[in-house]
């Protein structure tokens, strides 16, 4: 699904590269909509600063994008109107702002090697939080909306991308877009199996980038704010350090 999202984007950025018409009538559809006056970009595989802004501009911009390219590619619009595709582009957009933040961090002129496992595991409960622990549910509360598809749990930051769509979905209806959701919500389910396989990817991967031992570990030493405030914490610091070392 990753992949479908990354080809759908790119797509859709080669289809306003090459034309100033099309472009011209997004614009003025953001406008009627309300919407961010965003142009599409392609994704750069490699960064996810660059991957979470082009997802922020494609969330940004759904509904008049999902207008302007049934009109034009009935292919993209196929995709691009299941909802299980929508919830995940929204959820890839919400997770990957996490990660962009966290890449600021460590691309910033300053990083203290001491408390760089820390960011991570900070990063890491965040993440589980937002996207794997099941958000608690109101019992009074109907668990369908009033079409009678289910609700969508509040999963992402109540500023996600993931929180815009919640408030923008009733039953199959995206704002004026009806997408193919199933009343059966089997593609609601397919979206949050997949996002809990993705968050698991991603932390899995931070562990292993960022293991909590080794040689960078010692580096501590070396930071200010590991330094000793006073003569007993001096003796117990060297003390432990002259071990490591």
């Known amino acids: 699904m990753a992949q479908e999202v990354d080809d759908v984007v790119n797509d859709i950025a080669t289809i306003f590269s090459r034309s100033a018409k099309q472009n011209a009538i997004l614009k003025s559809l953001e406008e009627e909509f309300g919407c961010q006056e965003l142009k599409m ?25 999902l207008i302007l390219v049934k009109q034009h590619n009935a292919s993209i619009y196929a995709k691009m109107s299941n909802f299980q595709f929508v919830y995940t582009i929204h959820f890839i957009a919400d997770i990957l702002e996490k990660l962009a933040s966290l890449s600021k961090t460590f691309q910033s002129d300053y990083v203290d090697v001491s408390t760089m496992f820390s960011l991570i595991e900070a990063e890491i409960s965040v993440l589980i939080e937002l996207f794997l622990d099941v958000p608690e549910v109101d019992v009074n509360a109907s668990l369908y909306d009033g079409l009678g598809y289910d609700i969508i749990l509040d999963y992402g930051s109540e500023e996600g991308k993931l929180a815009a769509l919640r408030a923008s979905i009733r039953g199959p209806n995206f704002r004026s877009v009806r997408l193919n959701r199933f009343v059966d919500n089997s593609n609601l ?27 960078v ?29």
Do not use: D, M
């Open 41 to 65: 970009s392609h994704i750069h595989k490699i960064r996810w600063l660059s991957r979470a802004n082009v997802l922020h501009k494609v969330c940004e911009t759904y509904e008049p994008l």
């Open 189 to 215: 389910e397919a979206a949050i199996q997949f996002q809990k396989q993705f968050c698991n990817l991603i932390i899995a991967n931070l562990k292993e980038t960022f293991p909590q031992s080794g040689i």
């Open 217 to 245: 570990l010692y580096f501590k030493i070396l930071s200010p704010a590991a330094f000793p405030r006073s003569k007993p914490q001096l003796r117990t610091f060297k003390h432990s350090w002259i071990i490591l070392w």
